[in-house]
């Protein structure tokens, strides 16, 4: 069986000598077109573009925190604990001595989240603008972005699926020979409906009739999606092996739960308004 072998160089092109990674480059590319979207969301909805541009702001800041050190505590502690100066700088000790460049090597979305909802609060306090209805209008781009950042990885070869024999399957060759899912794909594809599903409802109700109700259901599609495709997904640190749920996955069910409240709360308030 022929299968799709992969062996993209993950550095798109050098600048001063300074790699620029396809990784960097398709984040990018998703927060320029979530902010695009959002942008007109929020006209349509008569809230100010500057406050637009303090979230976009606060959002990547709260996002690169959370995620990085979501990776680097819970996932590599153990290389990260002994070189803490390389959480927060794109470098990395090589063997020999001395630090070289080497590009920003793991995120966990999970974090992320989190640090998100913090730069969120202060957006708020910030502002005077109402937390459910930005939740609203950042669910509806919040799973494009997460497409792109996917999409990063499977340009990286990094978060590999498990051992497959479908036609479709990947030779992560920068990995080993053997055929995978590929999983990164199956996670942008996931997330990429999810938003355009997002948009569907969107066009539908609009942003104020149901407050809450397109947070809820972004946080109980994407993270319900992400628990049923760690399944097809490599363990990332040796201890999962021992685990029946990864870490991913214990992860998601809080979010899903959230995400469950936040519709029950939406129904509530449309009940008692009808």
């Not at 798109?12 to 300074?18: E, K, P, R, W």
């Not at 349509?44 to 979501?70: D, K, T």
């Not at 794109?90 to 793991?106: A, N, V």
């Amino acid at each position: 069986m022929m299968f799709i072998r992969w062996n993209v160089e993950p550095i798109a092109f050098t600048v001063l000598g300074i790699p620029i990674m396809y990784y960097s480059l398709l984040f990018i590319a998703g927060t320029v077109l979530s902010v695009w979207i959002l942008k007109w969301i929020y006209e349509r909805n008569g809230m100010p573009w500057e406050h637009l541009q303090v979230l976009v702001m606060l959002s990547l800041v709260g996002l690169f925190i959370g995620a990085r050190l979501g990776h680097c505590l819970i996932y590599d502690y153990a290389y990260y604990g002994g070189h803490p100066l390389e959480i927060f700088l794109p470098i990395r000790e090589l063997p020999g001595g001395g630090y070289g460049f080497s590009g920003y090597q793991g995120m966990a979305s999970h974090g992320g989240a989190v640090g998100w909802i913090v730069a969120l609060v202060i957006y708020s306090r910030i502002t005077g603008e109402k937390v459910i209805r930005t939740l609203d209008a950042v669910a509806l781009v919040l799973p494009l972005a997460a497409c792109f950042i996917r999409l990063g990885n499977l340009v990286n070869s990094e978060i590999v699926g498990v051992g497959a024999n479908v036609p479709w399957a990947f030779v992560f060759e920068r990995v080993d020979t053997l055929p995978r899912h590929p999983a990164q794909l199956y996670e942008a594809i996931a997330y990429l409906a999810i938003f355009g599903v997002n948009m569907l409802l969107y066009r539908r109700i609009g942003l104020q009739r149901y407050p809450g109700v397109l947070w809820g259901w972004m946080l109980v599609t994407v993270f319900s999606a992400r628990f049923l495709l760690e399944f097809l997904k490599e363990r990332q640190v040796p201890f999962e092996e021992r685990m029946l749920l990864d870490f991913g996955q214990m992860l998601s069910i809080p979010f899903i739960l959230t995400g469950i409240l936040f519709l029950l709360f939406a129904w509530r308030v449309s009940y008692r308004n009808s």
